[in-house]
């Protein structure tokens, strides 16, 4: 910590710190406070328990979500632990540093938290000088939200038909989270969510909303009532997230592209796994029919027409007189089946 101003007089600076990760200062939680001499360096520290105002705990930041002119309306209580010795102050005396074991915290080590700060001439909470927490103002945390869902995938169906493309969504952060589930399909085609085997939502049009005629939004899987399902998850937590795609009965213009997005009711932040559905058939055509004088050969051109996802396809024949079969793509040679039996025989190298 830094400051301005004299560098030789004493400012208590006052951490609060909700290490239960309700983002309220309730019984449960801690007050470190800090005696900073500036002429001395030293950083007397005093651990307290925090008594709350409400029962239900005290917000850490005010109704518009900010830490900056915000006083913590609760008061210190129980002291738990001391340092009056510390000397955490540099020699300039506008820096000091402190510390506070993590076992006098009850949480292990690492443990993420929120936070709160104070600056005052006393220890009276509610008669600070001044207050703030984290960038913008806002509530502070020692640590960190992060949920990803992957992978991408690809597939494809006949018209009518459906496919299944699996995800994984995972807390990769350091606090846990709940993650809203949003769905969207490119096409307007109808869209299934799974959450760990559970249907928890069905947008049947494809246009985002579990709300609409034909939706369905499972009970239970709405925690905050937005509209869409959620799920929670632990830091490093991890969920199976399974988003089953269903065309129209007409052949698709285009590949449709589906979205599942997940975002953390904890600081807004979202990834998109996307899942590029190819809807069509695959054709042979036309049939041919021909004569031929005995030795000589008979030529027939085909098209195979692919309207789903690129692939490889396998080709194979038949002579039901077992005459041998030549086959070519364009005017290249690629096998020969000498006997019309299904087996190329002479497969090109």
Known sequence: MKRVGSSSNTDTFIFAMDVDQNKLMDSGDYVLEVAWQGSNRTTGIVLYRYIPANPGGDPLVDANGYADGYSLPGSLGAQVWSDYAHNG???????????????????????????????????????????????????????????????????????????????????????????????????????????????????????????????????????????????????????????????????????????????????????????????????????????????MTATYTHTLTNLLAPGNFRITDQSTAGFRVDLYQGSTWIATDLTGDGPLTRPRS
């Open 89 to 295: 102050g540099s020699a300039s005396g506008t820096e000091m540093e402190t510390y506070v074991p993590w076992a006098q915290l009850g949480v292990p080590t690492g443990t993420p938290i929120y936070y709160h700060v104070a600056s005052s001439i006393n220890s009276h909470l509610n008669k600070v000088v001044d207050n703030l927490g984290g960038q913008g103002g806002g509530m502070g945390a020692f640590g960190y939200y992060q949920g990803r869902i992957t992978p991408d995938r690809t597939g494809s169906t006949q018209p009518g038909g459906s496919v299944s493309y699996s995800h994984t969504l995972t807390d990769s952060g350091t606090f846990a989270d709940t993650y809203d589930l949003k769905v969207h399909s490119s096409m307007g085609y109808r869209l299934d969510l799974y959450v760990n085997g559970t249907l928890v939502g069905t947008d049947a049009t494809g246009n985002g909303s579990f709300s609409d005629p034909g939706d369905y939004l499972a009970p239970g899987w709405d925690s905050n009532g937005d509209g869409y399902p959620d799920i929670s998850l632990a830091s490093g937590g991890t969920a199976a997230v399974t988003l089953k795609v269903t065309s129209d009965s007409s052949p698709a213009s285009a590949a449709d592209a589906a979205t599942v997005t997940e975002t953390s009711e904890g600081d807004g932040s979202s990834t998109t796994a996307t899942d590029t559905t190819y809807v069509g058939t695959v054709t042979l055509s036309p049939d041919h029919s021909g004569d031929a004088a005995a030795g």
